[in-house]
């Protein structure tokens, strides 16, 4: 039999060749494999899993070696205060898209009951850290895919206090005339030949959820065009984009009669976050 301590050591080694982050996968796959905790893993070192669990753990180890997300090999991804449901039909949350949350939390008074709409929204991470965050708010989260729209109605089923509408449908199309106080997205931005769509993590995930035109920037353009429409007035819209987009996302909003525009910079301290406010 093989013990933890061993299975670690050699799930490590072999993921130094193909991963960033080796220890941390195999820590994370052994502990999804075993149903423990990490403390778990160093407290009991020479404890034997059974072998049905030391095939499924090599199984995984493999999957990853070969560039699987962890994400996708565990069903699972932490994103603020939840641990959510992922699957290949959704986008993994990242941590950038924490900084826009946090922004948008700033625009957002405690107790305040607005209206805001979440496009695209993938496993619910945004709407769900927004409702917890701000739980008189009314979120409406609207998603295009069927597949992630079944992933975030788990998530949302599972964490949501009861403030959070889930649509399906292709960005403002389902919407009609509904007035919202903050719209927020994480769209796609990357062009469609970008290369990156094929290195890393991202080759795993959907395409539609990634890639917008030549430029990257055909979704972008669509909800800031759109989205004065549905705001009210002095209303504002938050975007994530690429890190070499905020002078054309920053024209866009200007064209499209928003003010007081702004930019936050992301971990790598690259302009990540555009925000502007609607005043005409």
């Known amino acids: 039999m093989t013990a933890i301590l061993q299975l670690l050591t050699t799930a490590k080694k072999e993921l130094g060749k193909t991963s960033e982050t080796p220890d941390a996968d195999a820590e ?22 059974e072998q049905d669990q030391i095939k499924r753990y090599e199984e995984l180890i493999q999957r990853r070696q070969q560039g699987e997300p962890v994400a996708y090999l565990t069903g699972k991804r932490s994103f603020w205060d939840f641990t959510l449901s992922v699957s290949p039909a959704t986008l993994i949350p990242r941590p950038e898209t924490e900084l ?54 788990k998530n949302i089923h599972q964490f949501s206090k009861g403030n959070i509408r889930l649509l399906e449908g292709n960005w403002f199309s389902t919407l009609n005339q509904q007035p919202f106080d903050i719209i927020i997205s994480n769209p796609p931005y990357i062009a469609e030949r970008d290369p990156h769509l094929h290195q890393g993590d991202v080759q795993y995930e959907p395409t539609s959820a990634l890639s917008a035109g030549e430029d990257g920037l055909d979704a972008i353009r669509h909800i800031i065009l759109n989205a004065p429409k ?25 064209k499209h009669g928003f003010k007081h525009i702004s930019h936050l910079k992301d971990l790598s301290n690259n302009p990540r976050i555009t925000l502007g406010q609607f005043t005409n």
Do not use: M
Not at 123 to 135: K, N
Not at 230 to 253: P, T
């Open 230 to 254: 549905h705001l009210r007035a002095s209303g504002w819209l938050l975007l994530e984009h690429g890190y070499d987009q905020a002078n054309v996302v920053n024209h866009l909003f200007l």
């Open 28 to 49: 994370i796959l052994l502990c999804h494999t075993l149903g423990c905790d990490r403390a778990y893993l160093y407290t009991w070192p020479e404890k034997q899993p």
């Open 100 to 153: 826009l949350v946090e922004q948008a939390l700033t625009l957002i008074p405690e107790n305040s009951a607005l209206d805001i709409l979440d496009l695209g929204a993938g496993t619910g991470a945004i709407a769900l850290a927004i409702a917890h965050e701000r739980p008189a708010c009314n979120i409406t989260a609207v998603e295009y895919s069927k597949s992630a729209c079944t992933i975030a109605e």
